[in-house]
């Protein structure tokens, strides 16, 4: 035997002892549990969960924030201008720049709006108390046509009931002082004895009253009567007195006076 054909023998018999030292290999627990189950569970199992918003309900929700702010944005803007209409007085007028029709118009687009339903009651206020001033001006006429004005913009509030009521209730009292004022009590016809004189008498000249009250002297200074006077003055009816008194030289005027408004010089028998 050649010395190539030994070694080549030695190399072979050297792989063959290696080849059968060597001892299989465990295998791991996750290629076993792969192999078991299905490989598509698996997959399934491993893979993490990522939940992706729906794109197409977030856009509609953005939409819908805009147009809601959108609204809510001309509303405040219809009250400013309501506000700064009714600070002017342009409650009813003009047509198509009033504070009603703001205020109303932002009511028709938010019901019950707080700012809105306050302009609102501003606005009667206003009128009401137009429609007091013009009343207690005695301008009735003009106070009628402010309620009606108040009526219009918000027919159910009590405040116009309460105030047209205050209107009536006003003119029927100056009315009914009015009549008592004109009606004069008629004149009294004088009785046998009886001498009227007139309220104003100690406004006229000494002689003038000297001449009222002079035939009343004459039937004193004749009969001897004693005299009963009349007069809301009690100083003006003493004065009276005095004046008679004096000029009845034979003897001294007896008198009684009382405080009623009668203006008259009665002569009373004994």
């Known amino acids: 035997m050649s010395k190539n054909q030994v070694s080549f023998l030695f190399i072979a018999l050297f792989l063959t002892g290696c080849q059968t030292n060597i001892a299989p290999s465990e295998s791991h627990p996750l290629q076993e549990k792969v192999s078991e189950s299905d490989p598509k569970s698996v997959s399934a199992e491993l893979t993490p969960v ?10 509609a929700i953005s939409s ?11 509303t405040l803007s219809l009250i400013a201008q309501g ?18 029709l703001y205020f109303q118009a932002a009511l028709g687009r938010d019901p019950g ?16 108390q137009w429609a007091w001033d013009a009343a207690r001006n005695r301008d009735y006429i003009q106070s009628a046509r402010y309620l009606e004005y108040a009526r219009s913009v918000n027919p159910e509030d009590p405040v116009i009931v309460e105030m047209t009521s205050r209107v009536k209730d ?8 009015a009549k008592v004022v004109s009606k004069k009590p008629e004149p009294k016809e ?13 406004s006229l000249s ?24 009349y007069w ?15 000029r009845v030289t034979a003897f001294r005027v007896r008198a009684m006076t009382y405080h009623r408004a009668d203006y008259m010089v009665e002569l009373k028998q004994d």
């Not at 506000?83 to 009603?100: F, G, H, I, K, Q």
Request: net charge negative.
């Open 232 to 246: 809301p003055n009690d100083k003006q009816a003493r004065l009276i007195y005095q004046i008679i008194n004096s």
């Open 190 to 202: 004088p009785q046998i004895g009886q001498y009227l004189l007139p309220e104003t008498l100690f």
């Open 170 to 177: 006003l003119k029927a009292k100056r009315e009914r002082t």
């Open 83 to 100: 506000e700064y209409a009714l600070s002017v007085d342009r409650l009813l007028t003009p047509e198509d720049d009033n504070a009603n």
């Open 113 to 128: 709006n707080f700012k809105a339903t306050q302009g609102i009651t501003a606005i009667v206020d206003v009128y009401t």
């Open 50 to 59: 990522i939940d992706t918003p729906d794109v197409k309900q977030t856009t």
């Open 64 to 74: 819908a924030e805009r147009k809601s702010r959108a609204a809510e944005r001309v």
């Open 206 to 229: 000494e002689d003038e009253i000297i001449a009222q009250i002079q035939p009343i002297i004459d039937e004193v200074a004749k009969t001897e009567q004693a005299i009963e006077i």
